[in-house]
């Protein structure tokens, strides 16, 4: 029975998958049940550098082994640091009703971290897409992404009771000069490790002393004895959860709300009912478009497990990552967005280095402004709102194909093997999509409209591919993101209910189809997955080979330390860079000769780069207002010289000066007219803040608002009071968001801070 189910696998899937350029989708995972909060946080950070002690005994005794004093501290923590890092998670159980019930024990996990290597090219850069407040018009601006900012760090689960002997082992190494990369698979080697982990932290300046481990705000994966956990900030997990998942309550104390940790338990019902081969009730992941091309003859069967094909040596993918006007509104502004993104591709790229021994890194982020634009524009048509904002809004799979269609035209010279795009517009269940077998493809191609979409259920208007994928918002974001990744580089779904001729999977042996679910690439969604099936390993490392009929290119697969011709000081980067006249990136202009970054004959300038170049790429006559009043009162207009293309610097009416309705208790704050009070009420409705408190209340102006419940306390923000706003005794807050002028010293606090919301 075992040789002709085996043979009959080998004949379908000889037979499946001929198709290239498959659309790969991903469903929402099940409802969060139960989540709770973290508390207990603890670090341990190694030494930076050698310590001595005359006796040569070890400096940290039991009794002091969780001092958080150490040298160096918590709040000091820098992106080169290895340490241990501690927490507790309280315990849950059932009752016979299926009611959750905390458990007053509680879990304990220690997690020995060290710095991701390679998660960003050493010239990563990020663009910011925003609007001119004063004219509406969109500018870009472009920065590097300095490594030493990224607090991202890999590691292990290691078991509470060997935590000691660990630490101690790992000073020696330290000391010894030796280090360990976490993609070592210790799970084989070491009995002391019991999972892996990757954490970034967002910052650690909310902390007030080395102490503050509690305003610790920090985010990640990991997983221990096969239960894989997540932890997430309030703020965050509150933006992105679904209705049907569970609602903590917010710690007022934490600057996030606190941090959520949930655990991906296994529903008994569910597996029971995938075991009886019933699955109406579990939801595709994936949908088949009928389109040209083919991969060839593929083998599953004899490759399941083999990592044949793929690289001895660890590689890199260096990727673009791009976030729409919609993904940034879920998370609330850009950087907590840039933040989620970088958690996701350092869980993700872990996975990746685990199951392929190749790194995911990132060459660029490309940010957009948090208002969606009421129609789409030529140079990003992906960047427009949901389908329910309008008829320019875009479906999963037509925002898929306008993302591979503005890749094809950025062409391959930005050195990213791979483009993805983060959106918060699923397709009902489905929040991903991806192009299968598409690693390296910098190009795109519009496939011909005789297919059906089965999707829409109607016929196909011509799709465009390339290599990307598309990831909408959710809790399980970075599960989402690998298995879209996987799609990428070949890898189909795994079987979950046999296998037909209508349909292709990768199956658990040569004897069973069903693997029970366990695996990133599986086409259902009702169990937890961290890792990819022996199936889609072989799967992948078969695209992978060299000479194989599908072979996939691979050119984008980088050396660690090696740039691949990719330098932020280059024409066409869109920055003007020394030895360069203008720059206008991926946009033509008729002043800038293109791949020269010179300026064309008779141009002196090139509207692009400044305010005060006229189309014909002539300075502006004099007079002509470059800069606009954004307030009648406490701005001014600035006008162009005639002798250059730059706009004067920004110039304003004094701070403090009385403007707007009579009575209405505004003044000028840097060009605005505005107060403390009315700043309150700008902030997030739920918190019902109507009044400031006294300047004093805020000596570095952070947004300070009287209580709604108790007016003798402040809520202290982590947001600012605008540039200009007054603060302390007389002073003003400067464009860092630091009180300066006035009598500081002699200034007295007789408000009462309760708390931190990070808003």
Known sequence: MEYSLAGFLALLLQLCLQLQYVHGLSTHYPPIKRVEHVSKVEIKVLPRQRFFRADNSNPFGASDFWRRSLDPAAYDLRSDDSFLMSMAIPNHWKDSQGSPHINPQETRFTLFLQPTVDLLHPQARMSYESSDSRDGQSVTRTVSIAHEEVLAYSGWVIKQSAVESWWEEQKRLKESGTY?????????????????????????????????????????????????????????????????????????????????????????????????????????????????????????????????????????????????????????????????????????????????????????????????????????????????????????????????????????????????????????????????????????????????????????????????????????????????????????????????????????????????????????????????????????????????????????????????????????????????????????SPCCQWGVCKFTPQAVCDPTHSPCCAPSCQFSPYGTICRPVIDPVCDRAEMCSGKNAECPADSFAQNGLSCGASGAGLSCAAGKCTSRDQQCQAQDPKLGLKQACDPEASMDCRIACKDPNQPNQCVVLEAKFVEGSPCGCGGFCSATGTCVGGDQAGCGNQWREVSHDSV
């Not at 096969?226 to 703020?235: E, R, V």
């Not at 960047?383 to 993302?403: H, V």
């Not at 099936?533 to 980088?558: E, F, Q, R, W």
């Open 180 to 588: 360990y990369h976490p993609s070592t698979d210790h799970r084989n080697h070491d009995p002391r490790v019991i999972g892996w982990a990757r954490v970034l932290i967002h910052e650690t300046r909310g902390m007030r002393d080395s102490e503050d481990l509690e305003n610790l705000i920090w985010e990640g994966s990991f997983e221990a004895r096969g239960q894989l956990w997540h932890i997430k900030t309030f703020d965050s997990y509150n933006l992105i959860r679904r209705p049907t998942d569970h609602s903590p309550e917010r710690w007022h104390s934490h600057p996030s709300g606190g941090l959520i940790a949930w655990e991906e338990a296994v529903d008994d019902s569910t597996h029971q009912s995938a075991s009886d081969g019933s699955t109406s009730h579990l939801q595709k992941r994936q949908s088949i478009d009928s389109m040209s091309g083919s991969m060839g003859n593929i083998d599953f069967l004899g490759s399941i497990g083999s990592t044949d094909g793929c690289p001895s040596t660890r590689k890199i993918v260096y990727m673009g990552i791009a976030a729409d006007c919609t993904y940034i509104s879920k998370y609330g502004s850009a950087n907590a967005a840039r933040l989620a993104i970088l958690n996701n591709l350092n869980t993700v790229s872990a996975l990746y280095e685990r199951s392929f021994n190749i790194s995911l890194a990132v060459v660029e982020l490309k940010i957009q402004d948090i208002k969606c634009p009421a129609h789409p524009t030529p140079d990003v048509p992906w960047n427009i709102g949901c389908p329910d904002s309008g008829p320019d809004g875009l479906s999963l799979d037509r925002r898929l194909s306008a993302f591979s269609q503005w890749r094809g035209q950025k062409g391959g010279s930005d050195g990213a093997g791979l483009w993805h795009l983060m959106t918060a517009c699923p397709n009902g269940q489905e929040v991903g999509v991806a192009w299968l077998g598409t690693l390296c493809k910098v190009n795109s191609d519009q496939q011909a409209s005789n297919g059906l979409n089965e999707l829409a259920r109607a016929p196909s208007s011509g799709q465009v591919t390339s290599g990307t994928g598309v990831t909408s918002a959710n809790p399980s974001e970075w599960q989402v993101m690998a298995h879209e990744i996987g799609h990428n580089f070949g890898a189909i779904h795994d079987c979950s209910s046999g296998c037909t001729s209508a349909n292709s999977c990768c199956p658990y042996s040569k004897s069973r189809c069903d693997p029970d679910n366990d695996y990133i690439m599986t086409a259902t969604s009702s169990r937890p997955t961290s890792s990819f099936s022996p199936c889609s390993i072989g799967n992948v490392c078969s695209n992978l080979k060299a000479g194989a009929a599908t072979h996939m290119d691979t050119s984008c697969l980088s050396e660690p330390g090696a740039h691949r011709n990719i330098s932020l000081n280059q024409c066409g980067n869109g920055i003007i860079d020394p030895g360069e006249d203008c720059d206008p990136g991926d946009t033509p």
